[in-house]
């Protein structure tokens, strides 16, 4: 199932719908790889509010995620994880190490933005 990535302005947003399998996830993974590039985004919030699990895989992925598209010049917000699958990932000790989280989309729309604005006036 392909999962839809929306673009506003410089940053892609992605909203994960329902459960997804490792295939689904792998895909996005390349598909972000591929548009963060080929559009030029400079930041990509992803969204999992909908998700009501979140095992070692998924979670490792999206790690993946965030390095390769830091890696292609754009920062990444992970946004909505769902108290019970923080506690539950708590529980696990699953992490997403190093990535950024929000509550929301709005909040991980400001994260971006003083990201990129403490770039800026590092000289970055």
Do not use: W, Y
Not at 82 to 100: I, K, Y
Request: glycine share 8%.
């Amino acid at each position: 199932m392909a999962i839809p990535i929306l673009k506003q302005g410089d940053i892609l947003i992605v909203s994960m719908q329902t459960s997804l399998t490792d295939h689904d996830l792998l895909q996005l993974q390349d598909d972000l790889a591929d548009r963060v590039g080929r559009l030029r985004s400079r930041g990509v919030v992803i969204d999992v509010s909908a998700l009501d699990v979140m095992d070692s895989f998924a979670s490792r992925t999206l790690r993946v995620i965030a390095r390769t598209t830091k890696l292609r010049g754009a920062d990444t917000v992970i946004v909505g994880i769902q108290p019970e699958v923080a506690f539950a990932m708590t529980q696990l000790g699953l992490t997403l190490q190093d990535v950024s989280t929000a509550l929301d989309l709005e909040d991980g729309l400001e994260q971006l933005a003083r990201i990129r604005k403490e770039r800026r006036e590092a000289g970055g």
